[in-house]
């Protein structure tokens, strides 16, 4: 049974940073790309950053891009997102999930088979 286990969110003001990881296990991830996502109250789940199977490309929302890094230890099957100068427009449950790269679409929803639970990320002002 795959299991996506995140960690990392907190409460933290605008400027600050925070770490998130996210450990996969249950099958072998190998051409597995991961990603992360994000989603406020009242709005739909989008895409902040992704990273492929080999780390050798990461892919960033606008939003994201500059702030976040994203980044992978393939040995222990984690993904992790430092966040820096938050926002409280980053406030949001932060989800991490794993999906085959079949193509460049790493920003739909669609192209992910498995999800972590969420961790919560309050960036005040």
């Known amino acids: 049974q795959v299991q996506l286990v995140e960690s990392g969110g907190g409460f933290v003001q605008a400027g600050g940073s925070l770490r998130l990881s996210c450990a996969a296990s249950?099958?072998?991830?190998?051409?597995?790309?991961m990603g992360w996502f994000r989603q406020a109250p009242g709005k739909e789940r989008e895409f902040a950053a992704a990273i492929s199977w080999s780390g050798g490309s990461t892919y960033y929302a606008d939003s994201a891009e500059g702030r976040f890094t994203i980044s992978k230890d393939n040995a222990k099957n984690t993904v992790y997102l430092q966040m820096n100068s938050l926002k409280p427009e980053d406030t949001a449950v932060y989800y991490c999930a794993v999906g085959r790269e079949f193509g460049p679409w790493y920003y739909r929803r669609s192209e992910y088979d498995y999800w972590g639970q969420g961790t919560q990320v309050t960036v005040s002002s």
């Open positions: 249950g099958r072998t991830f190998s051409g597995y790309r």
